[in-house]
């Protein structure tokens, strides 16, 4: 009974290891805004995350004025959960009251691009297991952005990876390279942070 209960203990353990191991989880990029005093006064005042997103840290992610990729940077360090946090619903409600309107379809109209982008990778990073609504949302931002915003394109194909992960791992590393690659786009996201997010990726280049 005990030899059992240790092997399905161990199980368990290696199964929320490799999910720990993926696109979604494994890229610290907002590490590189740690000199960034926006991101970081951001994160102090949000402090831990068991209690949920503060209402000035979704006022912050709100803001179409903040550059879009130091809140990406804000939903980075404020990460993931291996058994789901709310803060991409709890995100959602604080947009709806704050766009006025009632559901996800009214919302998309009203919302601009990089918000719409936010959201989609906070959606994301709080259930990593199942990304494909995410996954709409980030490219209905990357039809919606009239500036060809690198980020925006960049976290889209970070979901990407997310969801081919479990699907084909071949697709894992041409998607975000296909970004990467794409020079009509306005780099607006800092170079240690691609750089952070790549060398993960890379990994699956060999498939």
Not at 23 to 29: G, V
Request: proline share 1%.
């Amino acid at each position: 009974m005990k030899r059992t209960f240790f092997l399905l203990a161990a199980a368990m353990m290696w199964a929320a290891a490799c999910w720990a191991d993926s696109p979604l989880t494994s890229c610290d990029f907002g590490d590189a805004y740690n000199d960034d005093a926006t991101v970081m006064r951001i994160m102090e005042q949000q402090g831990g995350v068991a209690d949920g997103l503060k209402t000035s840290t979704m006022e912050f992610l709100a803001d179409p004025k903040v550059n879009v990729a130091q809140r990406m940077a804000v939903v980075n360090k404020i990460g993931w959960n291996f058994d789901g946090l709310g803060n991409g619903k709890q995100f959602f409600e604080y947009l709806k009251t704050r766009f006025k309107v009632k559901d996800e379809k009214g919302l998309l109209k009203k919302i601009d691009a990089s918000t719409l982008s936010v959201y989609a990778y906070t959606l994301a990073m709080s259930n990593y297991f199942v990304v494909e609504h995410a996954q709409e949302l980030a490219h209905e931002a990357v039809k919606k952005d009239k500036v060809h915003s690198f980020t925006i394109a960049f976290i889209a194909s970070l979901i990407d990876a997310q969801h081919y992960l479990h699907n084909d791992w071949s697709m894992v590393y041409s998607v975000v390279a296909n970004v990467i690659n794409d020079g009509s786009l306005r780099v607006d996201m800092r170079q240690e942070a691609i750089d952070i997010v790549m060398e993960y990726i890379d990994l699956y280049k060999k498939y």
